[in-house]
């Protein structure tokens, strides 16, 4: 299976031929994706693991193009899981967000899926006019079934919100905009 991802990080994995499923020595998904977590939280900008009939590549910010996942035709289909929302809508080309020199962007560390709330029928972490604190939850960033949470990290109030709810947002995209306090 070869699968391929651009933004903070590029995922490679590549299985030699002639190795039957059956004989599988290399990671999992939940043990892949707790590598990914790790990679992410380290200054770490590049990992290489190869264990029997697979070889994992992770680099960190990428430069390229984005490239769609491809699988071989070997490959075990993956199971579908429901997601939080409803599927990522594809990003139209983002609107720039206009700041003035002393307010703060807070930018998208991870390409990811967008949310405003910890859950669909909870209420939005911020809205325009919200009064943050340091430290805050503004948002949540779905990447491969995984939430990480996005705080602020200046006290003020939030005067733009640069992405919608379920939106898939980009590696440095704006997301908020805020007026220290």
């Given at each position: 299976?070869?699968?391929?991802?651009?933004?903070?990080?590029?995922?490679h994995i590549a299985r030699h031929s002639g190795l039957s499923s059956d004989n599988r020595v290399g990671p999992n998904f939940d043990e892949i994706a707790e590598i990914l977590k790790i990679i992410d939280?380290?200054?770490?900008?590049?990992?290489?693991?190869?264990?029997?009939?697979?070889?994992?590549?992770?680099?960190?910010?990428?430069?390229?193009?984005?490239?769609t996942p491809t699988h071989d035709e070997t490959a075990a289909p993956a199971a579908a899981t429901p997601s939080m929302a409803a599927p990522p809508r594809a990003s139209a080309p983002a609107k720039a967000l206009q700041k003035a020199p002393h307010q703060i962007e807070i930018v998208a560390p991870m390409i990811g899926t967008f949310y405003r709330a910890p859950s669909p029928d909870?209420?939005?972490?911020?809205?325009?006019?919200?009064?943050?604190?340091?430290?805050?939850p503004l948002c949540l960033i779905e990447v491969m079934k995984l939430f990480t949470t996005i705080a602020s990290e200046h006290d003020g109030r939030i005067v733009q919100i640069g992405a919608e709810n379920a939106e898939l947002v980009e590696f440095g995209r704006t997301l908020f905009v805020i007026e220290p306090a």
């Open positions: 299976m070869t699968t391929k991802l651009t933004g903070t990080a590029q995922i939280a380290s200054s770490c900008d590049e990992l290489v693991i190869e264990t029997g009939d697979m070889k994992l590549l992770v680099r960190r910010n990428s430069v390229g193009a984005a490239l909870a209420p939005p972490f911020v809205e325009i006019g919200s009064v943050v604190r340091g430290g805050q």
